[in-house]
């Protein structure tokens, strides 16, 4: 399983709106909010290839006037 980090978006979006715009690239095993620390987000899919073409898709993806921003955890 491999997780990534996603920075930069608002606080209202929930995790559900987070399976919708990256579930199609793979299986999502979790999705992890973090409000604490800021707007950051941890999703983990179960395959390596997967979180990638998320990644290369969706890096500096506006949304809702954010630009998305990621790392990958390995």
Request: aromatic share 14%; no cysteine.
């Amino acid at each position: 399983m491999v997780p990534i980090i996603i920075f930069s978006f608002f606080f209202s979006l929930k995790s559900k709106s987070l399976r919708q715009l990256f579930g199609s690239y793979g299986k999502i095993v979790r999705i992890l909010l973090n409000n604490e620390s800021g707007q950051s987000a941890y999703i983990t899919f179960s395959k390596d290839e997967e979180a990638r073409a998320a990644i290369v898709s969706k890096d500096d993806f506006e949304l809702d006037g954010q630009i998305l921003r990621f790392l990958i955890l390995i």
